[in-house]
């Protein structure tokens, strides 16, 4: 599930303003390739996290917990993640490839960090090995689709 941030209404109110996210759609991701990953996530022969869920898609560099925090509630009406597990900024330009009745696309997508006040140090070298592992994980599913352990 891909969810465009970018596409809000803001609007005066009052002495402040108001952010309205109700036209803004979730795009759901192909659900044929969605149970590809999951299958190769249940065969449990990566030594690293994969985490299911939607992605907040814009043009924002976030680094800021507290806006995280604000936008989730915003986007979920809630105050936690709701099932949203990263963001960026890439994801959105695959939401005008196909029509969201019949979604050609999913994401896999290495996360070394959501919104981390603190990017700096070793992030170089996290966000590589995050990527690594992505793209692992994406060429064994791949690589497996059509073996019998892997279609249970």
Known sequence: MDFPYDYRIVEQDGA?????????KQFRAKE?????FRREFRTKRHPFAVHFGGL???GSRIRSQAYLKELLARVTGTDGPEGY????MEGVGLLSSCEKSTPIWAVVKGICDF????????????REQACRNAVQFV???LRHADDPE???
Do not use: K, M
């Not at 919104?115 to 996290?126: L, V």
């Open 85 to 88: 597990v990263g963001g960026e």
């Open 32 to 36: 044929g390739l969605v149970n590809l």
């Open 139 to 141: 060429l064994s599913s």
């Open 56 to 58: 907040l898609s814009g």
């Open 16 to 24: 402040s303003y108001r952010v309205d996210y109700t036209e803004t």
């Open 115 to 126: 919104a981390d006040e603190n990017q700096g140090g070793d992030a170089a070298a996290q």
């Open 150 to 152: 892997h279609t249970a």
